[in-house]
């Protein structure tokens, strides 16, 4: 299995920046997909920002230039840097992971972590 563990979330002024993080463990054989969704109360879970094993990312255009996604392989790990941070921008931020296990070899699933509250305020 693999698990993924959020750190990072916290109570931000609107304009303010936040760093979240998201480390994977367990028995990897191999990650994809790294990503960041969210949710805010009363709607759907919506993509933040993804980027594939070779460093491609992609971004919905409510976040574009102000969210930048990045990851360190070598410490499976993916980082989500947000900056100029909005009211709109509230609510549970979850790590996302397209995996291959040992476990599971060769089929890769899909991992979430718990989720970290972010939250800004006007």
């Known amino acids: 299995q693999v698990q993924l563990v959020e750190s990072g979330g916290g109570l931000v002024q609107a304009g303010g920046s936040l760093r979240l993080s998201c480390a994977a463990s367990g028995s990897i054989f191999r990650i994809n997909d790294m990503g960041w969704y969210r949710q805010a109360p009363g709607k759907q879970r919506e993509l933040v920002a993804i980027?594939?094993?070779?460093?491609?990312?992609n971004y919905p255009d409510s976040v574009k230039g102000r969210f930048t996604i990045s990851r360190d392989n070598a410490k499976n790990t993916v980082y989500l840097q947000m900056n100029s941070l909005k009211p709109e921008d509230t609510g549970v931020y979850y790590c996302y992971g397209n995996a291959v296990s040992s476990n599971t070899w060769p089929t890769a699933n899909d991992y979430w972590g718990q989720g970290t509250q972010v939250t800004v305020s006007s």
């Open positions: 980027i594939t094993n070779g460093g491609s990312t």
